[in-house]
């Protein structure tokens, strides 16, 4: 495996754009919801952004991405406009899956995202089929699986890595580990709490990462992609990370030890690549206003044209079941 370079300062505006419109997106999203312009679950990603832009970065468009439900941040990162992603939050026409999926439902077959399991740990098995596709078709492609901390402990998880790693698929099983299950905090939930070496039941390569230093996920996310296509097998990669809000809308998130969030957010994503922009770079002020206002009026317009954008038509209801009538 090569030495990779150190990011260049296009690079860093590029990731830190991404990130920072994932911010704003979520930051809106919560505000609709108190509006009750969305309704239902809702899971957001803030203080996770890093994970999603730097994994994203490392690979091809046609690799396969599996999400789970905290997915928005997922879908953006991977291209899918901030239009698309609020009117199916809001459930209108206009959204990535015609309003019809909702917050915990959002796939894209031109982006190869196929996400959106609200079945914790269901899509793994999922992200395996897509990695013995590539393999396959020897086109060269890969999975990248995301899943939670509280993912990691089912079944299903366990099985599909052990059949990923006897058939040496090329699937990166990217575990974000924000420390908790819901309100089950990491160490309520699991006797093992370094969770990259569950890939060692199975003899899978594993190894960790910060998830809030956007360019080390880049960059381990690369490492783990090249081994992955080179046939020598799969990855777990273990992302360190943390989630700011509750687990969903309706979580006040009251279980958290007092100060461990500000503790947290003294490695915000954010102002990691703030702080490298201004000293490598010399980033000034008006640089990051510029970029803030921007973002600003692109979050605003995805509010606005989910706002008007109408109700899917109820003929639609029943498209997607499996049995007619
Ligand atoms: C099979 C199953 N069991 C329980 C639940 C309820 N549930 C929804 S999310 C969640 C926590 C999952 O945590 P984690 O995998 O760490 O993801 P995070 O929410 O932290 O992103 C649970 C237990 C579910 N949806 N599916
Ligand atoms: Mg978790």
């Not at 890969?142 to 699937?171: H, N, R, S, T």
């Not at 370094?194 to 390569?205: C, I, P, S, T």
């Amino acid at each position: 495996m090569g030495e990779s370079k150190p990011p260049s300062r296009d690079q860093l505006w590029a990731w830190y754009r991404q990130m920072f419109l994932i911010r704003r997106f979520e930051e809106l999203a919560a505000k609709a919801y108190t509006q009750r312009k969305i309704m239902g679950f809702c899971h957001l990603y803030i203080g996770q952004e890093a994970v999603a832009v730097g994994a994203t970065a490392a690979l091809n468009p046609a690799d396969t991405i599996v999400g789970a439900y905290r997915i928005h941040g997922q879908i953006l990162a991977r291209g899918a406009t901030p239009r698309s992603c609020m009117a199916e939050l809001f459930g209108r026409q206009g959204g990535i899956c015609g309003g019809i999926g909702g917050s915990m439902h959002m796939a894209s077959k031109e982006l190869n995202f196929y996400g959106g399991y609200g079945i914790v740990g269901g899509h793994v098995p999922l992200a395996v089929g897509a990695a013995f596709a590539s393999k396959y078709r020897e086109d060269g492609s890969l999975a990248l699986c995301y899943f939670g901390d509280g993912a990691a402990q089912q079944g299903a998880v366990f099985e599909a890595m052990a059949l990923a790693q006897l058939w040496k698929l090329p699937c990166i099983f990217l575990l974000e580990n924000n420390f908790y299950a819901m309100g089950t905090s990491l160490e309520r939930q699991s006797y093992l709490t370094e969770l990259q070496k569950r890939a060692d039941g199975v003899g899978m390569n594993h190894w960790q990462m910060s998830g809030f230093d956007v360019a080390e996920v880049y960059e381990n996310v690369q490492k783990a992609a090249e081994h992955a296509r080179s046939g020598q097998g799969p990855v777990l990669l273990e992302a360190i990370t943390y989630r700011y809000r509750g687990h969903s809308m309706s979580d006040p998130a009251k279980y958290r030890k007092a100060g461990e969030l500000e503790e947290k957010k003294k490695q915000d994503c954010l102002s990691l690549v703030e702080q490298r922009l201004t000293s490598e770079f010399g980033a000034s002020e008006a640089d990051f206003k510029g970029l803030h206002d921007e973002i600003e009026q692109i979050v605003q317009d995805a509010y606005d044209f989910a706002d008007a954008a109408p109700v899917p038509d109820p003929s639609r209801l029943y498209d997607f079941n499996l049995v007619d009538g």
